[in-house]
Nanobody
Framework: QVQLVESGGGLVQAGGSLRLSCVAS????????MAWFRQTLGKERELVAA????????SYADSVKGRFTISRDNAKNTVYLQMNSLKPEDTAVYYC??????????????WGQGTQVTVSS
């Protein structure tokens, strides 16, 4: 079992920045690759960014490349998502997720409550 608690969301104007955090507990954090997903009402959950177990490899959705940065601190069991130059289309509930990452990301079915990000135009 893995428990996940996301935080850091909020309301921000277009062009602004937010930093999301996700603290994981229950299993050894460094055993998992981690990812951030986002979901808007009526749409499927979308993979935004992924990071390998040690943090040496990352990947991003084309829509956020150059604006978002995923990172992790295994000593703190925490994964982060730094979001810059935010756009209204980034508005969504953001979730962190543990999985496997070897070129592509495979998620395990563990999810937190998510954190709402709202970007106003």
């Amino acid at each position: 079992q893995v428990q996940l608690v996301e935080s850091g969301g909020g309301l921000v104007q277009a062009g602004g920045s937010l930093r999301l955090s996700c603290v994981a507990s229950g299993r050894t954090f460094s055993m998992y690759a981690m990812a951030w997903f986002r979901q808007t009402l009526g749409k499927e959950r979308e993979l935004v960014a992924a990071i390998s177990k040690g943090g040496g490899s990352t990947s991003y959705a084309d829509s956020v490349k150059g604006r978002f940065t995923i990172s992790r601190d295994n000593a703190k069991n925490t994964v982060y998502l730094q979001m810059n130059s935010l756009k209204p289309e980034d508005t969504a509930v953001y979730y962190c997720n543990p999985g496997e990452y070897s070129g592509r990301y495979y998620s395990y079915d563990y999810w937190g409550q998510g954190t709402q990000v709202t970007v106003s135009s």
